[in-house]
């Protein structure tokens, strides 16, 4: 079984910092572009950073300059760095990777965490 655990999240003034860490675990062969997303209270999922396995990245335009995506292939770990918090920043955060979860070369799948929350105070 593959598993994704978030980690970081909590409560923290504007204009603070928090890092947010997502571990992948279980049969995994090989991963792909991992990613944050996130969902605040009454609106859709969106995504906020990704990052390619060749270490490309793209971000929503309203984190640009304040939050940075990064990840460690050897753990199986992606992290946000999150600076310059704004209360708008609230939010359940949600790690996801798309993997190999066998030894075929067909078995790829996305996964999500079960997600953290983050709340920015004003």
């Known amino acids: 079984q593959v598993q994704l655990v978030e980690s970081g999240g909590g409560l923290v003034q504007a204009g603070g910092s928090l890092r947010l860490s997502c571990a992948a675990s279980?049969?995994?062969?090989?991963?792909?572009?991992m990613g944050w997303y996130r969902q605040a209270p009454g609106k859709e999922r969106e995504l906020v950073a990704s990052?390619?396995?060749?270490?490309?990245?793209n971000y929503a335009d309203s984190v640009k300059g304040r939050f940075t995506i990064s990840r460690d292939n050897a753990k199986k770990m992606v992290y946000l760095q999150m600076n310059s918090l704004k209360p708008e920043d609230t939010a359940v955060y949600y790690c996801n990777a798309y993997l190999q979860f066998n030894y075929y070369s067909t078995d790829w799948a996305d996964y999500w965490g079960q997600g953290t929350q983050v709340t920015v105070s004003s």
């Open positions: 279980g049969n995994i062969f090989s991963i792909g572009a």
């Open positions: 990052i390619t396995s060749g270490d490309s990245t």
